[in-house]
T-cell receptor, first 112, second 111 residues
Framework: KAGVTQTPRYLIKTRGQQVTLSCSPI?????VSWYQQTPGQGLQFLFE???????NKGNFPGRFSGRQFSNSRSEMNVSTLELGDSALYLC???????????FGPGTRLTVL | GEDVEQSLFLSVREGDSSVINCTYT??????LYWYKQEPGAGLQLLTY?????DMKQDQRLTVLLNKKDKHLSLRIADTQTGDSAIYFC???????????FGTGTKLQVIP
């Protein structure tokens, strides 16, 4: 069974640009969550999607948004990039309300 | 709000046991997790424990939960060099998938 896949794996952008990251969950998983990992703030929850609806949201500004498609694939978008958005963005998938989340390898975003 | 704390670093000799500790504040936590992250990789779920349990053992891993003190520990028996990684404690409350992670403990295994 294929794991969670994230594309691209690495990305370099400049301040003010926007970026879209993609996550394909494990087959059958309908819940997708996104996390930001930085050396200073650690791992922080961004949002969770289930059945194309955002179920839960962390404390991030509106520049961070996401969506989920009918095939459970998810994208997150960051607009007007700031230097502080440089991070590893991790996606996790699970069966809804499952005890276990499975993480992808992450997308490393660098903002210059 | 939720807060999860861990010590930053632990160094052990190969073959010894490692004990990584974690404290959390959310008394409504229902599940507590241990994840492993190797350099350049995502998170690997190692084990988890339901809040009404005191202990869970899974091969070389033993999780102990003291709910009264909100203290969680992970013991790795016979630690190997391949166990060198960052270990994250995490908690989840409620039915959604929002998980609060600790700061991570970097485990260094000395051959």
């Amino acid at each position: 069974k294929a794991g969670v896949t994230q594309t691209p794996r690495y990305l370099i952008k400049t301040r003010g640009q926007q970026v879209t990251l993609s996550c394909s969950p494990i087959s059958g998983h309908r819940s997708v969550s996104w996390y930001q990992q930085t050396p200073g703030q650690g791992l922080q929850f961004l949002f969770e999607y289930f059945s194309e609806t955002q179920r839960n949201k962390g404390n991030f500004p509106g520049r961070f948004s996401g969506r989920q498609f009918s095939n459970s694939r998810s994208e997150m978008n960051v607009s007007t990039l700031e230097l502080g958005d440089s991070a590893l963005y991790l996606c996790a998938s699970s069966f809804p309300d499952s005890n276990e989340q499975f993480f992808g390898p992450g997308t490393r975003l660098t903002v210059l | 709000g939720e807060d999860v704390e861990q010590s930053l670093f632990l160094s052990v000799r190969e073959g010894d046991s490692s004990v990584i500790n974690c404290t959390y504040t959310d008394s409504s936590s229902t599940y507590l997790y241990w994840y492993k992250q190797e350099p350049g990789a995502g998170l690997q779920l190692l084990t988890y424990i339901f809040s009404n349990m005191d202990m869970k053992q899974d091969q070389r891993l033993t999780v102990l939960l003291n709910k009264k003190d909100k203290h969680l520990s992970l013991r790795i028996a016979d630690t190997q060099t391949g166990d060198s990684a960052i270990y994250f404690c995490a908690e989840r409350s409620g039915g959604y998938q929002k998980v609060t992670f600790g700061t991570g403990t970097k485990l260094q295994v000395i051959p």
